[in-house]
């Protein structure tokens, strides 16, 4: 009898599942999350198998597989894109293309796993600090006592930023072995650290996806960033996210998905143990969770001295730079002569300039947009429809304009001329090697990932974090103040983060120099409660010319609420998650362009 198989192609816009006979071949080498290639309409393309031994379509000849691609994602990763489709609105083949290697493998790798600790250990030093027993792990027992203990094998870890969470993650190991362990990293650099320090400890590593291979044994520790969450485990034992708060988690591509969000599946499905590690637990995150912390005097240990400087009452022709923040800068340049970080998140020179005579505000002729001086003594540029003009009011011609709001690269020369030591501007689009021992950093939050260590952190204009127009502006505030005390390290060790605004009372910075996120926790919970924010309901953001057309057919199921906010723009609610999700794979899609975000965070 011909073996039929289903396969889903590696094309995006086509939704369909074909039927294709196995070749006897290759019948071996053919099963469930198998790569094939097909012969589709004329072309040959890559697919996976989803289903095998399907029964014949009557009347319908299958064709046969063109060829294998080698080994994809095992069934059970298969059957979690299945769930992750529906989940984020998403194709099935844009998940599993996330799971599959970035190569050809035809066989898993054998015999790859160290005989030794000695042959385990990367090049270079060992670290000291994790070769002691893991019970020296400070309160690293404790919290895996918790973690382990936890009501269904999820939990979240409050752990102070200054603290280090390997070493938690150590306890976890040491535990329960490496077999079926996956830990997570926000970026690259820092699942890097976490495998050399790991494998300086005799602990097996497979980091994702170079070593897609031996990851999917599932005989050592599997590291990797957001994609390692599909790491081909066939069953999951324990996970571990550290700063697990962090955006990097997000995938900003359609289909939004988030890596927390599919461990946390994971493991409800394998039964498996996941701590979630973070300074800063969102409500979303926490919210029906577990909450393990340490005792609030260690918790305290783990922040450093956080100062506030209310500007209610200065005069606002002094700019960005109160009097305080020059002390402070001038005296941590002095006396620890390390890297002193400022951060402005506004990239660009001035981004808002007015007339000097007149005091009418230089707006675009063509749009009505503000004007910004991207560069030093450059001409004006729109920032909505980039139109340029000489920078001259367009009111009564005069050339004398002053700047009312200015970026990070004027804040950059006024600061270097402010301390008497020259400043680096370092952005998002700043050379990899800045941030590399500077004196004086000034830039956007970027320069928070790029500088390993700082003296002193100084938010310039925090208020326009906290008044950001999302409703997750609060906690990612939050989250840039943990970041920014991971640079600083611990108040005993002098640590030091200086934040400029006119809201001092605001809940976040309550929050931050109490050493203390529930201070944040409660009321950001009660405003979500009340007004049907997620946890307590479920969002999506619909984009692009089919957005009207879909949004219509929303609206009509039971349960959901389309509104439109701009054109081409809808904001789509639901009580939950099932009803959202549910809703959004019953309406067929529109012919036109159509962007689906599921879990906004700039609603």
């Not at 030093?125 to 027992?141: E, F, M």
Request: proline share 7%; with cysteine.
């Amino acid at each position: 009898m011909t073996r039929i198989v289903r396969v889903v192609p590696d094309v995006p816009a086509i939704h369909r599942r074909f039927d294709y006979s196995v070749p006897s071949a290759l019948a071996a080498a053919i099963g469930v999350g198998s790569r094939v290639r097909i012969d589709l309409h004329g072309r040959r393309v890559g697919a996976w198998v989803v289903e095998d031994d399907v029964e014949p379509t009557d009347g319908v000849m299958a064709k046969p597989l063109a060829g294998s691609s080698g080994v994809g994602p095992p069934p059970t990763i298969v059957a979690l894109g299945e769930w992750a489709a529906w989940r984020w609105a998403g194709p099935l083949s844009s998940f599993l293309g996330t799971a599959s290697p970035t190569r050809v493998v035809r066989a898993l790798a054998v015999g790859w796993l160290p005989t030794s600790p000695d042959s385990a250990a990367a090049s270079g030093p060992r670290d000291p600090d994790l070769r002691r027993p893991p019970s020296a792990g400070g309160g690293s027992v404790a919290l895996v006592d918790g973690v382990l203990a936890a009501a269904d094998g999820c939990s979240v870890v409050r752990l102070a930023p200054a603290l280090d969470a390997t070493l938690v993650a150590l306890e976890l190991i040491h535990r329960m072995g490496t077999e079926g362990m996956l830990v997570l990293a926000p970026s690259h650099a820092r699942a890097d650290q976490l495998a050399f320090r790991l494998r300086g400890v005799g602990v097996p590593v497979a980091v994702m996806p170079d070593q897609w291979d031996r990851a999917a044994t599932g005989s050592g520790v599997v590291v990797g960033t957001r994609s390692a969450a599909w790491a081909p485990l066939s069953r999951l034992r324990a996970a571990i996210v550290l700063d697990a708060h962090d955006e990097a988690y997000r995938e900003e591509r359609a289909p939004t998905w988030s890596a927390v969000d599919v461990l946390r599946e994971r493991g409800r499905r394998d039964r498996a143990v996941v701590a979630l590690i973070t300074p800063c637990p969102p409500v979303a995150m926490s919210e029906g969770m577990e909450v393990i912390t340490t005792p609030r005097p260690v918790e305290r240990r783990g922040w450093p001295l956080v100062e506030v400087v209310d500007r209610r009452t200065d005069d606002p022709r002094t700019g960005l730079f109160s009097e305080r923040l020059v002390r402070a800068l001038r005296s941590a340049l002095d006396e620890t002569g390390g890297t002193v970080v400022c951060i402005l998140n506004r990239t660009g020179r001035i981004r808002l300039l007015a007339c000097a005579q007149c005091g009418a505000l230089t707006r675009c002729t063509r749009c009505g947009g503000p004007m910004a001086q991207p560069g030093a003594g450059g001409g004006l540029q729109c920032r909505r429809c980039d139109d340029t003009r000489p920078a001259v009011c367009a009111v009564c011609d005069s050339t004398r304009l002053k700047s009312l709001r200015i970026g990070v690269s004027r804040a950059t020369e006024e600061l270097s001329a402010l301390t008497g030591v020259e400043a680096v501007e370092i952005t998002g689009r700043s050379a990899p090697d800045h941030g590399g021992g500077e004196r004086l950093v000034v830039g956007t939050e970027a320069a928070l990932h790029r500088v390993n260590r700082a003296g002193l952190v100084a938010f310039l204009d925090v208020d326009q974090h906290l008044l950001a127009p999302r409703f997750t502006a609060g906690e990612e505030t939050l989250a840039l103040l943990a970041r920014a005390a991971r640079l600083v390290g611990t108040r005993d060790a002098g640590g030091r983060v200086l934040v400029q605004t006119r809201i001092p009372d605001h809940e976040v910075l309550r929050a931050a120099a109490q050493a203390d996120p529930a201070v944040l926790d409660t009321p950001e919970r009660a405003l979500r409660a009340t007004l049907g924010l997620p946890p307590f309901g479920a969002l999506a953001v619909l984009r692009g010319p089919g957005a009207t057309a879909y949004a219509i057919g929303l609206g009509e199921v039971a349960g959901v609420t389309a509104s439109s906010v701009e054109t081409d723009r809808w904001l789509v609610t639901a009580p939950d998650h099932q009803i959202l999700c549910d809703g959004l794979a019953s309406v067929p899609r529109p012919a036109g362009r159509l962007r689906v975000e599921v879990d906004p965070t700039d609603a």
